[in-house]
């Protein structure tokens, strides 16, 4: 299901003689403006910005006719970041253009969309060489006489998978490592050397010496990628680029397939493309975020640090910890749940969360979540039977075994835990005994 949002711009996106003019809507104000001034890497940020915009009009499970779909954009202290998902939502895509890059100052800070139409896309992909590239986020004043009059109303439709990979990839980034870095010569050559675009086997990334070499199974120190075709939106940044860098979760021979970021470094901007496990397989159903929305617990946590971000491009856990008056931990779970209503994302460079606000209400992740509420009505019937630390879990036609394991990890008797041992997430019988439990903890 898509949320419809009403977006205003003054009027399109486009590149004109004075820069690059990005209109867009939302944040503090009507149609504020973020930024102004010039980009100190014009190409590389024209080919960053293109890479973002083809993710989010591309399907790389089953593909079919791109289609359009609007990049997310966030202004803040010193950093623009240009946000996608692939049409599969099994590709999120970021831009992050650092203080390096800016040459010119952020008047404000928020998020909303971007207007990439293809106008644009044509005009970014002749950027080239030294020449300047002015950047305008937001219109230079903002005058509107009536509904109909020179503010120009858009609906764009953001699919609710979105917000749901929102909160599935900030949750499953937390936990990466950095695993192997690059030079950008030996990166391209590590990319010509991928399967071609198509390709839907899973392989994995070892470092050796200055490069990586690909094997067919995991071992200690690898890195999963998963339809490797999946990252060619790299290819467009890659000459301006210093260093590839590779992120994931530590794995170990015979662990599954586990999603994946790969990030090339300019100097003055990052562009990352983080993996799912699997190519047909979505961020919005990795079953991450559970967790943190099912966790009553961390409700008032989240709203008193929420209350407590300030725009900042990197969030310190410890001075939230201070001002909030509570432990690390509690402000890592609140920061969890503040993820899955698009509040706050995770830089796996940084190795911190980031403040933005997504254009859906805070619920939303929450209702639309097939488990979390068949988990709430389970628990409103009565459904969950302790005993000890497993459960008895009674529906209207079968009976569940749920067991609790010495690590906080849940099984189940269904067949959803049967079909994927845990790696989705818990099923709804398992979220149910949580939330009848103590904290919730590890769910798997």
């Known amino acids: 299901m898509n949320a419809v949002q009403t977006y205003r711009y003054l009027q399109p996106s486009a590149l004109r003689a004075a820069g690059l003019d990005l ?28 890479a973002v915009a083809e993710v989010a009009r591309t399907r790389y499970h089953q593909p079919v006719n791109p289609a359009s779909l609007d990049p997310v954009v966030t202004g803040s202290r010193g950093r623009l970041r240009f946000e996608s998902f692939s049409g599969c939502c099994g590709v999120y895509a970021r831009m992050d253009v650092l203080p390096a890059g800016l040459d010119g100052e952020i008047s ?10 293809p106008p644009l896309r044509e005009a970014l992909a002749r950027v080239g060489g030294i020449e300047p590239l002015h950047v305008a986020v937001g219109p230079d004043d903002l005058t509107v006489s009536t509904m109909d009059g020179s ?85 467009g940044v890659l000459r301006h680029a210093r260093t590839l860098r590779v992120y994931g979760p530590a794995v170990r021979t015979g662990s599954p397939a586990v999603p994946s970021t790969w990030e090339l470094d300019t100097g003055a901007l990052r562009l990352s493309l983080t993996l799912s496990p699997e190519p047909y397989r979505g961020f919005s159903g990795e079953g991450a975020a559970l967790a943190a929305l099912a966790g009553d617990d961390v409700v008032d946590d989240a709203e008193l640090v ?42 796996v460079a940084d190795g911190a969360y980031f403040h933005r606000v997504m254009p859906y209400d805070a619920g939303r992740a929450e209702r639309d979540n097939p488990r979390l509420v068949g988990a709430r009505a389970l628990v409103e019937r009565g459904a969950v039977e302790r005993d000890g630390e497993n459960a008895t879990v009674r529906t209207d036609a079968e009976t569940y075994r749920v067991r609790r394991h010495p690590d906080g990890a849940y099984s189940c008797s269904c067949r959803w835990w049967a079909r994927h041992r845990g790696q989705r997430g818990p099923c709804r019988h398992a979220l149910a005994v949580s939330m009848v439990a103590a904290p919730v903890g590890a769910l798997s």
């Open 108 to 117: 404000g800070h928020g998020t909303t969309n971007v207007d990439v139409n």
């Open 306 to 347: 929420g209350a407590l971000l300030n725009w900042d491009p990197t969030v310190d856990v410890a001075a939230l910890a201070d001002a909030a008056a509570l432990p690390d931990e509690r402000v890592r779970a609140a920061l969890a749940q503040l993820g899955t209503a698009g509040r706050v994302g995770y830089d």
């Open 23 to 50: 209109q867009t809507c939302g944040g503090p104000a009507a149609n504020p403006r973020f930024f102004a001034g010039f980009l100190t890497a014009p190409a590389a940020a024209a080919a960053g910005l293109l």
């Open 151 to 235: 503010v120009v109303e858009r609906k764009v439709p953001l699919p609710g998978r979105w917000l749901r990979g929102f909160a599935e990839v900030h949750v499953l980034t937390a936990g990466f490592e950095p695993r192997a870095e690059i030079a950008a010569a030996e990166a391209a050559a590590f990319l010509r050397r991928l399967p071609a675009a198509g390709d839907r086997s899973v392989l994995w990334a070892v470092p050796a010496g200055r490069t990586l070499r690909l094997t067919s199974r995991p071992v200690p120190g690898a890195v999963c990628l998963a339809g490797a075709g999946r990252l060619a939106a790299l290819r």
